[in-house]
Protein backbone atom coordinates (compact mmCIF):
# COMPACT_ATOMS: atom_id res chain seq x y z
CA UNK A 1 0.00 0.00 0.00
CA UNK A 2 1.38 3.32 -1.29
CA UNK A 3 1.71 6.36 1.46
CA UNK A 4 0.45 9.97 0.75
CA UNK A 5 3.21 12.37 0.18
CA UNK A 6 2.45 14.30 3.60
CA UNK A 7 3.40 11.04 5.35
CA UNK A 8 6.04 10.51 3.02
CA UNK A 9 7.42 13.64 3.85
CA UNK A 10 7.49 13.22 8.12
CA UNK A 11 10.67 11.40 7.74
CA UNK A 12 11.76 10.41 11.24
CA UNK A 13 15.36 11.51 11.13
CA UNK A 14 14.45 14.56 8.80
CA UNK A 15 12.61 15.70 11.80
CA UNK A 16 15.06 14.73 14.82
CA UNK A 17 17.67 17.15 12.40
CA UNK A 18 15.43 19.86 12.47
CA UNK A 19 14.97 19.66 15.76
CA UNK A 20 18.44 19.63 16.96
CA UNK A 21 19.18 22.39 14.59
CA UNK A 22 16.70 24.83 16.03
CA UNK A 23 17.83 23.65 19.97
CA UNK A 24 21.28 24.28 18.83
CA UNK A 25 20.45 27.81 17.24
CA UNK A 26 18.31 28.46 20.39
CA UNK A 27 21.31 27.61 22.57
CA UNK A 28 23.52 30.21 20.88
CA UNK A 29 20.92 32.84 21.10
CA UNK A 30 20.11 32.70 25.30
CA UNK A 31 23.36 31.00 26.09
CA UNK A 32 21.21 27.65 27.76
CA UNK A 33 20.06 24.43 27.50
CA UNK A 34 16.51 24.77 28.79
CA UNK A 35 14.41 25.60 26.29
CA UNK A 36 12.86 28.80 26.49
CA UNK A 37 8.76 29.31 27.87
CA UNK A 38 7.26 31.05 25.32
CA UNK A 39 5.60 35.15 26.28
CA UNK A 40 8.27 34.84 29.83
CA UNK A 41 11.55 36.66 30.26
CA UNK A 42 14.44 34.19 31.08
CA UNK A 43 16.04 36.69 33.68
CA UNK A 44 13.24 36.77 35.92
CA UNK A 45 13.62 35.63 39.30
CA UNK A 46 10.24 34.07 40.97
CA UNK A 47 11.28 33.79 44.37
CA UNK A 48 12.87 36.14 47.05
CA UNK A 49 16.72 36.01 46.70
CA UNK A 50 18.57 35.44 49.60
CA UNK A 51 20.21 37.24 51.36
CA UNK A 52 23.38 35.93 51.86
CA UNK A 53 23.59 35.52 47.85
CA UNK A 54 23.28 39.24 47.59
CA UNK A 55 26.26 41.02 46.16
CA UNK A 56 27.20 44.13 48.04
CA UNK A 57 28.94 47.56 46.67
CA UNK A 58 32.43 48.01 47.24
CA UNK A 59 32.43 50.03 50.51
CA UNK A 60 29.12 49.35 51.99
CA UNK A 61 28.76 46.77 55.20
CA UNK A 62 27.18 43.36 54.40
CA UNK A 63 24.33 42.51 57.18
CA UNK A 64 24.96 40.79 60.33
CA UNK A 65 26.08 37.20 60.07
CA UNK A 66 23.45 35.25 61.94
CA UNK A 67 20.15 36.91 60.32
CA UNK A 68 19.72 39.21 62.90
CA UNK A 69 19.53 42.06 60.25
CA UNK A 70 19.57 44.69 62.79
CA UNK A 71 22.12 47.43 61.62
CA UNK A 72 25.12 48.31 63.07
CA UNK A 73 23.93 51.95 63.60
CA UNK A 74 20.90 51.05 65.55
CA UNK A 75 22.59 48.62 67.90
CA UNK A 76 25.07 51.71 68.29
CA UNK A 77 22.11 54.22 69.35
CA UNK A 78 20.83 51.01 71.47
CA UNK A 79 23.92 50.80 73.62
CA UNK A 80 23.97 54.37 73.79
CA UNK A 81 20.41 54.62 74.73
CA UNK A 82 20.87 52.56 77.69
CA UNK A 83 24.24 54.29 78.68
CA UNK A 84 22.41 57.64 78.74
CA UNK A 85 19.72 56.22 80.78
CA UNK A 86 22.00 54.08 83.32
CA UNK A 87 23.59 58.44 83.76
CA UNK A 88 20.70 59.88 84.10
CA UNK A 89 19.31 57.24 86.87
CA UNK A 90 23.08 58.00 89.09
CA UNK A 91 22.84 61.43 88.54
CA UNK A 92 19.16 61.79 90.12
CA UNK A 93 20.10 59.35 92.75
CA UNK A 94 23.09 61.39 93.42
CA UNK A 95 20.95 64.49 93.52
CA UNK A 96 18.71 62.75 95.85
CA UNK A 97 21.23 61.68 98.48
CA UNK A 98 22.41 64.94 98.23
CA UNK A 99 18.87 66.88 98.99
CA UNK A 100 18.62 64.02 102.10
CA UNK A 101 22.02 64.85 103.46
CA UNK A 102 21.65 68.53 102.88
CA UNK A 103 17.98 68.55 104.24
CA UNK A 104 18.41 70.44 108.04
CA UNK A 105 17.75 68.30 111.36
CA UNK A 106 14.73 68.67 113.17
CA UNK A 107 14.91 68.80 117.25
CA UNK A 108 13.31 65.82 118.93
CA UNK A 109 9.75 66.48 119.44
CA UNK A 110 10.85 65.84 123.65
CA UNK A 111 13.35 68.23 123.96
CA UNK A 112 11.14 71.17 124.93
CA UNK A 113 9.86 69.29 127.69
CA UNK A 114 13.45 68.13 128.72
CA UNK A 115 13.96 72.12 128.69
CA UNK A 116 10.76 72.88 130.93
CA UNK A 117 11.68 70.65 133.22
CA UNK A 118 15.12 71.47 134.12
CA UNK A 119 13.72 75.23 134.53
CA UNK A 120 11.30 73.86 136.64
CA UNK A 121 13.99 72.38 138.77
CA UNK A 122 15.81 74.98 139.26
CA UNK A 123 12.99 77.16 140.00
CA UNK A 124 12.05 74.91 142.21
CA UNK A 125 15.20 75.29 144.38
CA UNK A 126 15.45 79.23 144.57
CA UNK A 127 12.38 79.52 145.35
CA UNK A 128 12.83 78.03 148.75
CA UNK A 129 14.67 81.31 149.67
CA UNK A 130 11.03 83.18 148.97
CA UNK A 131 8.77 80.41 151.35
CA UNK A 132 11.34 78.53 153.64
CA UNK A 133 8.52 76.88 155.11
CA UNK A 134 7.40 75.15 151.93
CA UNK A 135 11.48 74.07 151.50
CA UNK A 136 11.17 70.68 151.85
CA UNK A 137 7.81 70.23 149.25
CA UNK A 138 9.98 72.65 146.54
CA UNK A 139 13.21 69.76 147.31
CA UNK A 140 10.71 67.07 146.03
CA UNK A 141 9.66 69.00 143.12
CA UNK A 142 13.59 70.09 142.19
CA UNK A 143 14.10 66.05 142.40
CA UNK A 144 11.13 65.04 140.58
CA UNK A 145 11.34 67.39 137.64
CA UNK A 146 15.26 66.65 137.22
CA UNK A 147 14.40 63.23 137.15
CA UNK A 148 11.60 64.14 134.56
CA UNK A 149 14.37 65.31 132.12
CA UNK A 150 16.67 62.93 132.76
CA UNK A 151 14.09 60.25 131.54
CA UNK A 152 13.38 62.69 128.42
CA UNK A 153 17.22 63.09 127.94
CA UNK A 154 17.71 59.18 127.74
CA UNK A 155 14.92 58.84 125.50
CA UNK A 156 16.31 61.30 123.19
CA UNK A 157 19.26 59.84 122.88
CA UNK A 158 18.34 56.41 122.54
CA UNK A 159 15.99 58.02 119.41
CA UNK A 160 19.06 59.06 117.78
CA UNK A 161 21.42 55.90 118.69
CA UNK A 162 25.06 55.18 117.95
CA UNK A 163 27.52 54.42 115.10
CA UNK A 164 29.04 51.34 114.76
CA UNK A 165 32.16 52.83 116.68
CA UNK A 166 29.76 54.30 119.59
CA UNK A 167 30.14 57.70 118.45
CA UNK A 168 27.11 59.58 118.13
CA UNK A 169 25.63 61.07 115.15
CA UNK A 170 25.13 65.13 114.49
CA UNK A 171 22.12 65.95 115.60
CA UNK A 172 19.67 69.25 116.48
CA UNK A 173 18.83 67.83 120.29
CA UNK A 174 21.99 68.48 122.37
CA UNK A 175 22.22 67.56 126.28
CA UNK A 176 20.12 70.85 127.63
CA UNK A 177 22.21 72.78 130.33
CA UNK A 178 20.16 74.02 133.06
CA UNK A 179 19.78 77.46 133.69
CA UNK A 180 20.84 80.06 135.88
CA UNK A 181 18.72 80.65 139.29
CA UNK A 182 16.62 83.37 138.49
CA UNK A 183 17.33 87.02 140.68
CA UNK A 184 15.08 87.72 142.54
CA UNK A 185 14.29 84.31 143.19
CA UNK A 186 10.66 83.20 141.96
CA UNK A 187 8.07 82.93 144.31
CA UNK A 188 6.01 79.62 144.84
CA UNK A 189 2.91 81.26 142.58
CA UNK A 190 4.53 81.81 139.58
CA UNK A 191 6.88 78.17 140.44
CA UNK A 192 2.81 76.98 140.56
CA UNK A 193 1.68 78.12 137.07
CA UNK A 194 4.50 76.84 135.74
CA UNK A 195 4.17 73.70 136.81
CA UNK A 196 0.40 73.87 135.62
CA UNK A 197 1.62 74.65 132.13
CA UNK A 198 3.93 71.66 132.35
CA UNK A 199 1.63 69.41 132.94
CA UNK A 200 -0.99 70.60 129.92
CA UNK A 201 1.50 70.66 127.81
CA UNK A 202 3.22 66.61 128.43
CA UNK A 203 -0.76 65.71 128.42
CA UNK A 204 -1.47 67.20 125.17
CA UNK A 205 1.94 65.60 123.42
CA UNK A 206 1.10 62.16 125.10
CA UNK A 207 -2.15 62.25 123.02
CA UNK A 208 -0.44 62.31 119.90
CA UNK A 209 2.69 60.23 120.63
CA UNK A 210 2.93 56.32 120.72
CA UNK A 211 4.28 53.77 122.88
CA UNK A 212 7.10 54.32 125.26
CA UNK A 213 7.20 58.15 124.55
CA UNK A 214 3.31 58.34 125.52
CA UNK A 215 3.76 56.42 128.98
CA UNK A 216 6.64 58.98 129.00
CA UNK A 217 4.67 61.89 128.95
CA UNK A 218 1.54 60.86 130.70
CA UNK A 219 3.49 59.57 133.98
CA UNK A 220 5.15 63.50 133.86
CA UNK A 221 1.70 65.43 133.19
CA UNK A 222 0.67 62.89 136.55
CA UNK A 223 3.60 64.15 138.58
CA UNK A 224 3.21 67.54 137.71
CA UNK A 225 0.00 68.22 138.60
CA UNK A 226 0.20 65.98 142.06
CA UNK A 227 3.12 69.03 142.47
CA UNK A 228 0.19 71.99 141.85
CA UNK A 229 -2.49 70.06 143.63
CA UNK A 230 -0.84 68.11 146.43
CA UNK A 231 2.66 70.05 147.10
CA UNK A 232 1.86 73.42 146.39
CA UNK A 233 -1.83 73.64 147.41
Not at 130 to 145: M, Y
Not at 165 to 193: F, M, Q, Y
Not at 219 to 231: M, N
Request: charged letters at 25%.
Amino acid sequence: MRRSGAEAGANPRSERVRIGREFAGRRRRTGRDAPAVPGRDDDWHDVRVPTSHRVHPPGSSAPPAGGAGVPAAALDRRALLRVAGGGAFAIMSLTAAACAKDKPLEPDALLPHEVSARTDAVWAKAAAATAPDRAAALSVIATQRTAHADALRAEIDRAIGLYGDGTKPKSASPPVTPPAAPSPPPTVDALRTRLATAQKSAADAAQTSSAYRAGLLASISASCAAHVEVLLP
